[in-house]
């Protein structure tokens, strides 16, 4: 078998992959892209823009049944989740033909659909989805597979039908009751979404409080939130056994107060993510991954292995798209402009699209206390935001954590209406290091949401 040459060769499309791809290709090195099913990775094709446009569709049946509260009539409100999901795929497919074509027309740039796995440290084996295998070289080599949805061991498990957060989103018909199992991120976006479908949902959580790794008042607050959506949530739950049964599955749960069984017509498996790396056959290159299977890097995004690179998501830490991208900034900047990029101390923005979304970036006020520093707590109800008001999106609260002596903003966390858009500003002035007072006193628009801040730091005021 031939080897074919390549400066670089980059294992999977995700979100690092096509800007990565194209900055090494404009400057005259010759790229493979290797790509197993579907370019643009798991933001793409099964997270964020599928998952968001599912959001808006879900926001829009909340707010006309809520239409009378803005005085306006609408009638029965009816969701046809055929056309929900036409409008889905849509987007989806929008997205990925765009990179795809562009990956496809750029100079420098080899895309090969197959499944690559090591040679050795310096070679990959392509089985080609066409037919046949082909062996590529490259003085780099990049791994940006990504991760899927973890399906633990539970018994029973094996023996139903079960949805993940992938295959939920090709569902064209409503569930009954849908049942979910985890009480993070994942599993509060559908839950909430399905419910504003129309479905009856149970979120299960085997953690005493949702999100646990928000700060108590934070969890408690979004719980009330989907309780007034008609959510039921049973934290401090575990799963101990799953059976099928005509209409669909029954749970069996121990509470700590004995057991019960809740059945449903649906079961979603949103108990976190494993890495892609499992097909890699990364042993003949030698390249370590911990326990859980996430490749080791460097704060330069190394491995162990020389020339041999993990970004995205395959390398664990936060498994967020912009992080993703951020990876490809720092191999670009070391590559081609000879600087010393590092993922140490960059700030890890996340928004949650619940509805209201919850925005964190920073240090949260648990983490603070945990770490001794000397801080401030600024809270603000979102009742006190004349624009939440005006808008009837009042639920929530936004609050900012600062140091005591330097009035430095250390981090953020806000659960109201376009919270991801209001935590972006606190974000660029912690990045600009103003302190808070330049913010409580900043002119901004009257009336909109960032208005708010002024208000936020005003109750760290004396009183």
Not at 351 to 361: E, K, R, S
Request: aromatic share 6%.
């Amino acid at each position: 078998m031939s080897t074919a040459q390549f400066d670089t060769v980059i294992i999977g499309t995700g979100q690092s992959a096509k800007p990565l791809a194209l900055a090494l290709a404009r400057a005259g090195w010759k790229i493979a892209v290797i790509e197993r099913e579907h370019v643009g990775g798991t933001c793409i094709n099964v997270g964020c823009t599928p998952t968001k446009t599912l959001v808006a569709s879900a926001r829009v049946a909340y707010l006309a049944r809520r239409s009378k509260d803005y005085g306006v009539g609408t009638g029965p409100v009816t969701v046809d989740m055929r056309r929900v999901y036409k409008r889905k795929r849509r987007m989806v497919e929008s997205f990925r033909n765009y990179v795809q074509k562009t990956l496809e027309k750029a100079a420098n740039i080899e895309l090969i659909f197959g499944e690559a796995r090591f040679k050795n440290a310096k070679r990959v084996v392509v089985e080609l989805e066409s037919g046949g295998t082909r062996e590529l070289e490259g003085k780099r080599i990049v791994i940006n597979t990504g991760g899927r949805a973890a399906a633990p061991a539970i018994p029973g498990l094996d023996r139903i039908p079960f949805l993940d957060s992938s295959s939920i989103m090709d569902l064209t018909e409503l569930p009954r009751h849908l049942i979910v199992l985890g009480g993070g991120y994942i599993g509060l976006e559908f839950c909430q979404m399905f419910r504003r479908f129309g479905a009856r949902v149970t979120v299960v959580n085997r953690d005493p409080r949702l999100i646990l790794r928000e700060d108590p008042d934070v969890s408690a607050e979004v719980e009330k939130i989907l309780k007034e959506d008609g959510i039921a949530i049973l934290n401090s739950t575990q799963v101990t056994r799953l059976e099928k049964i005509r209409t669909g599955v029954r749970v069996v749960l121990e509470t700590g107060k004995g057991s019960r069984r809740i059945s449903g017509s649906h079961l979603l498996l949103a108990l976190g993510r494993v890495p892609n790396s499992d097909r890699l056959n990364l042993g003949a290159a030698g390249v370590e991954t911990d326990a859980s299977g996430f490749i080791k890097v460097n704060s330069k995004l190394e491995t162990n292995v020389p020339d041999v690179y993990a970004i995205g998501d395959v390398k664990g830490g936060p498994a967020f798209t912009h992080i993703s991208y951020d990876d490809f900034r720092i191999l670009r900047e070391n590559w081609l402009n000879g600087g010393n990029a590092t993922i140490e101390g960059r700030l890890v923005p996340n928004c949650m699209f619940i509805d209201p979304q919850l925005a964190t970036v920073g240090l949260n006020e648990t983490e603070a206390q945990r770490r001794g520093i000397d801080h401030r707590v600024a809270k603000l109800s979102m009742r006190g935001v004349a624009r939440a008001l005006e808008m009837s999106e009042t639920r929530g609260f936004m609050k900012a954590i600062v140091d005591a002596k330097t009035q430095q903003i250390l981090g953020c966390t806000v659960l109201g209406v376009e919270g991801g858009e209001i935590m972006s500003m606190m974000q660029i002035a912690m990045m600009g290091k103003l302190p808070f007072p330049a913010i409580k006193e900043a002119i901004f628009a009257h009336p909109t949401l960032a208005e708010s801040l002024n208000n936020l730091f005003m109750t760290l005021d004396p009183r």
